[in-house]
C-alpha cells in the first residue's frame, strides 16, 4: 500500500502541475501583444466644446456631427440625442498609421466609413463591415450645461 499513496500523490501533483502550466499559458496569451487591439497610439485627450456654438452646426440634430483636431488623427463627435454624445479616434482600427485617410461620415449620414480599407462603422463605432474587426477607439464624454467634455 505505501507504493500505491506515493503513485497517487505524485500522479495528484503531476497533474496540479500541468493544470498551473495551462492556467499560465491562458494568463500569458491574455496578455499578449497580440490581444491588446488596433496598434493606436494612446495620445492625451481633453477637449471642451459647446454643443450650441455656432462652430458646431450640426451638434444641434440628433444624428449631427462634428470633427475636432484632437486625439491621433483627429476625434468625430456624434450626438445620438440631447443628452448623449459619442466621441470616436478616426484613426481606422484596422491600418491606423494609413495616410490615405480618416474615418469619416457617409454620404448617406447612415454610417461611418474609411475610404482606404473599406471598413464601416455605425454611429456606436462598431464594426458593421470591411477588413476592420476591431470598433473605433471611444473616448469618455460627459455633457455639463451644453458643455461637451472629451477625455481619455
Known amino acids: 500500500m505505501p507504493g500505491t499513496t506515493a503513485a497517487s500523490l505524485a ?5 496540479i502541475n500541468k493544470l498551473f502550466a495551462l492556467l499560465a499559458i491562458v494568463v500569458l496569451v491574455g496578455c499578449s501583444s ?3 487591439g488596433p ?7 481633453s477637449e471642451q466644446i459647446s454643443v450650441n456654438s455656432l462652430q458646431y452646426p450640426m451638434l444641434r ?24 454624445y459619442y466621441a470616436f479616434e478616426r484613426a ?15 454620404q448617406s449620414n447612415l454610417f461611418l466609413t474609411h475610404s482606404c480599407c473599406g471598413s464601416q462603422f455605425n454611429f456606436q463605432g462598431n464594426v458593421t463591415s470591411g477588413p476592420a474587426v476591431y470598433g473605433l ?6 455633457l455639463a450645461n451644453n458643455i461637451l467634455y472629451i477625455s481619455n
Open 137 to 142: 477607439r471611444q473616448y469618455k464624454t460627459s
Open 11 to 15: 500522479k495528484a501533483f503531476t497533474t
Open 39 to 45: 496598434g493606436i497610439p494612446v495620445v492625451p485627450v
Open 61 to 84: 440634430q440628433d444624428g449631427g456631427y462634428a470633427y475636432l483636431q484632437s486625439g491621433y488623427r483627429g476625434i468625430i463627435v456624434i450626438r445620438q440625442n440631447a443628452s448623449t
Open 34 to 36: 497580440d490581444n491588446v
Open 92 to 106: 481606422c482600427p484596422y491600418d491606423p498609421a494609413a495616410s490615405c485617410g480618416v474615418v469619416t461620415v457617409d
